[in-house]
Each structure stands twice: as structure tokens, then as C-alpha cells.
């Protein structure tokens, strides 16, 4: 679906570093133009995807949506602004809009697929409690799980705060009287889900990285901080397009 037309103030604060403000005072200044012609005025229209718009001579390419796959490493929150730690958008450096969000959170110490975009429609899709998308994690843990483990887990866990959560698989992969590795499969995103249920099994998760959301894995090339954009197919896909 194409855009048809915005107001060019609309247009430089998503696309450019400039306020509303700093936009329209630079259009007084004669330093955007649309088309070839100087622009002193911010509260007209263009069309984004055919006019031509630049900034003190630069073309500002226009690109309505993106979409990256962050392997999100530990000591990043999952926002797009924080006073104490690093956030996820910014690690996002060749981002083009402003408007990026990261498509649902992982805990500051939890690694591993996190979906930034400003496709708020595909988020919502994505992480919609009644949608049940597949969210599949790789976890070691401390502690030793009940031989009825893998049962349990697809029965519902009941939390400590007394919900049961739905039916999740969980695959052992290796375990002795310390502790061990797992895959988990959960299909709700409560909050601090996976340690909540390794926890009322009386286990304590030490690592956590989620490996995919949906149809979309994490590209192993990417190592803790390292991003992409995503492919028209994993777009597709994501949407159910494909
Ligand atoms: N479950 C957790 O406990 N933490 C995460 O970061 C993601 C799922």
C-alpha cells in the first residue's frame, strides 16, 4: 500500500533529526525543497513517495516502515529510551526513522531475536494475548526439574501468583543434579515468563536467549548487538502474507 500524501512537517520530524518547531523554522530559512522548489512553509502536503524533498541539499529518502532483527545482548532494555542502560533502538544505528520500537521485550539480562520496527499494526499482531505466537527460548538453569518435567509443562504451570499459564513445550536437553539446558516453547508473554515457570519448579534460570517469534528465527550470523534488516519473505512471512 503506497502513501499517498502527509504534511511535510510530519514528514522531516519522521525522517529527519529536526521538532516541528525546527522544521518549520527551517523551511523560513529556505533550507527544504520540494521538487527543485524552495519550501517556506511546513503545513502543506506532499507526496512522500514521488516528491523529492531535501534539507540544506540533501535528499531525504522516505521509507514508510522497517523492520530489523536485533540479537539483543545482555545490559540492553527493550525500550526506546532509558536514563540508565543502552536501549535496544539504539543499537539500531542505521535506522532511517525515528518512530522504532522494539516488537515486545526481553529481560535486561535475556539475550537473543528482538523485532524493531514502527509497524505498530504487524507488533500488535505479533504479540496480541489472544494470537498465541510461538516464542521459542534456549535456557540453562539451575536446579533439578521433576522427571514429569516435559508433562508439566505442556499441563500448565501454575505460577506463584496462582495463574496457570497455557500449555508450553519444554525439551530437556541436557540435565544432571545441578542443573542443566532446555528449549522452551511458550505461546503468552507474561511477564517474566520463562524464570517464572523454571522458578515454580523450583529451578532458577541463569541464561536466557529467545531463538525465534513466529516464523521469524534469529539469523545465527548475528553475534550479541549485531543486527539486520529483514528479508521481503521473513516481512512476508511475519505477516502471514506468505
Ligand atoms: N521470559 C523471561 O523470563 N524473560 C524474558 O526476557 C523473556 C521471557
Redesign the pocket.
Given at each position: 500500500m503506497t502513501e499517498k500524501t502527509k504534511r511535510l512537517d510530519k514528514f522531516l520530524t519522521e525522517m529527519t533529526d529536526l521538532t516541528r518547531t525546527q522544521a518549520k523554522e527551517a523551511a523560513r530559512k529556505g533550507r527544504i525543497t520540494v521538487n527543485g522548489t524552495v519550501v517556506r512553509k511546513t503545513d502543506g502536503k506532499i507526496s512522500p513517495e514521488t516528491d523529492t524533498v531535501t534539507l540544506d541539499g540533501r535528499e531525504i529518502r522516505y521509507t514508510r516502515f522497517e523492520y530489523y532483527m536485533l540479537n539483543k545482548p545482555q545490559g540492553v532494555v527493550s525500550a526506546t529510551e532509558d536514563g540508565r542502560y543502552p536501549t535496544a533502538v539504539e543499537l539500531i544505528t542505521g535506522r532511517q526513522r525515528k518512530d522504532l520500537f522494539p516488537a515486545g521485550r526481553?529481560?535486561l539480562d535475556?539475550e537473543g531475536l528482538l523485532l524493531i520496527t514502527n509497524d505498530g499494526d504487524l507488533a500488535h499482531r505479533l504479540l496480541s494475548p489472544k494470537k498465541h505466537v510461538d516464542k521459542v527460548?534456549y535456557l540453562h538453569f539451575q536446579g533439578m526439574l521433576p522427571s514429569d518435567a516435559e508433562q508439566t509443562f505442556q499441563d500448565g504451570i501454575i505460577l506463584e501468583d496462582g495463574t496457570k499459564t497455557r500449555p508450553a513445550d519444554l525439551t530437556i536437553l541436557s540435565s544432571d543434579k545441578n542443573g542443566g539446558k532446555a528449549r522452551l516453547t511458550i505461546r503468552e508473554g507474561k511477564y517474566?515468563?520463562?524464570?517464572?515457570m523454571l522458578e515454580a519448579c523450583g529451578c532458577r534460570v541463569t541464561y536466557?536467549k529467545?531463538l525465534s517469534m513466529g516464523s521469524l528465527s534469529l539469523d545465527e550470523q548475528l553475534k550479541p548487538g549485531e543486527y539486520r534488516p529483514l528479508t521481503e519473505l521473513e516481512i512476508k512471512q511475519l505477516k502471514g502474507e506468505s
Open positions: 526481553l529481560d535475556t527460548y517474566h515468563q520463562v524464570k517464572r536466557l529467545r
